[in-house]
DNA sequence: ATGGGGGGTTGACGCAGCGTCAAGGTCAAG
DNA sequence: CTTGACCTTGACGCTGCGTCAACCCCCCAT
């Protein structure tokens, strides 16, 4: 007669999972010897080692009590079951282990490729570092919400900074976010000045814009408040541009809340 | 201004996530508003997103908090160690799904495919089902504490079943095992006579075993106790071998119990 | 007889990452 | 005013055991 540490031994488990088993009615309680010990039999020893190649194999042990006593067919559906349900979660880690790789640098966290190359592009112009990170936070938020048309989005963006107006834009705020200038620096109202240019240049009045439904979907209310909370003289930028007839430094269309309603 | 619940579908996540994220200090607590509801900012999206891309990468909570504070350097060797746990993980699933997809009958449950032959063969043999099952049980315990000399084991096993007696033993082992006969059945004497000269056989007086040491390794004990478990019998069996100077009707090696020690 | 070391016993908490009640308070709409 | 959808804290549940704690038991050496 086997104790609990030999009859683990010889499955190759350890003495607390044999309790384990007994707990969750798995394996069922031997006789006690007269000092209270548990004694095991040979049958023990057998049930013990086909538990753990169910296990071993991947079956929950919830399921493994009924495996044992099933037959043939109900059997193999079992185990149809069990092998689509790892399958599927090899395929989960696959792709963690895709995903993982991308993540090399910091900076690709969250982000494709299209978008560091992106920020990298702003870098050669000459954007400072912040300005980088600022932009960067953004394209998270955007990239989040519309994980597939940032493929679309990001060519016309590349395109756009042959555009010598955004590539000073970005140069202003390069030096405003440097700098500790106050809510009344002059090149708040030219950054103001170059946005409101662009809007108008990028909202043609009159046509209808096919784009107008997705763009409502962009998050910019949550744009808007991560330029804020980055630096509050983005408040400033924003009661600017309000001025000049547009609803927010990031979206580009204009509002008409000043104006009666029709 | 964003509640839980806008901030968790934005991330894709659920609240309750976001909470825990709170309780494990990797997301901080944002302020309360009047009625006490959480209320976030831009930023707090942005450290969601991250904290779910590295979360779905397979990085552990507990890591991501330092990794999302750590440098080019740090991070990557962080991500070789998450990617290298992740191979492991994959590797233990798979050799799960080939394992599992081995045990499509119910017998090959904790059993190569040399033995199911073996106990095909038996059948063919005119092995009786409850004798082939014994004989399984036992071998499970074989090959639990010796799976690689199993393929050196089994086409010895297999070239001894052209000696008759041996067929004639387990044929007279299916008739006990499905008769009701008592200790008392001549049987038993026969298949006690043909044991011992079995054993007599395999052990070659005189000759030092090489096996020796490796067959005191099997668990004969087990496998004496197995075969008493399964039919009480097999303990009349037993007791007619030790008349006949084997310790056991399992181990071929003589006892010399009987005779004075050294 | 005594002491020590290596077994065994039950009971309990801990782990990862949340899901899921319970028992309320709040908010916007009809 | 009610309803339904949200928010709050607190707590248990899940998987498969690992790991104390506090105590008992057996065998061996002194």
Partial sequence: ??????????????????????????????????????????????????????????????EIGQMLEADGSTFDEAIQRIDSHLRDEIERLESSRKQITQLTAGESLALPPEVTSYLDRLREIGVSERMVEAERDGWILVVARWPERIHQIMPAKFAHLDDPRLVRLYRLGSELL???????????????????????????????????????????????????????????????????????????????????AD
Same sequence: chains 1, 2.
Wanted: cysteine-free; proline content about 7%.
């Fill in 178 to 260: 440097d700098s500790d200038a106050g809510d009344d620096d002059p090149r708040l109202e030219e950054a103001a000045d170059i946005l409101a240019g662009l809007a108008e240049q990028a909202y043609t009045p009159g046509e209808t814009n096919p784009d107008e439904d997705a763009q409502h979907e962009l998050p910019f209310g949550l744009l808007d408040a991560l330029a804020v909370e980055s630096d509050p003289r983005a408040q400033r930028l924003l009661d600017l541009m309000r001025e000049r007839g547009w609803a927010s430094w990031t979206r580009t269309r204009p509002q008409r809340l000043t104006e009666p």
């Fill in 1 to 62: 007669m086997l104790t609990i540490g030999q009859l683990a031994a010889f499955a190759g488990v350890t003495a607390r999972a044999v309790r384990h088993y007994h707990q969750i009615g798995l394996l069922p309680e031997p006789a006690r010897d007269a000092s209270g010990y548990r004694r095991y039999g040979a049958k023990a020893a057998v049930s013990l080692i086909k538990i753990r190649t169910l296990a071993n194999a991947g079956v929950p042990l919830s």
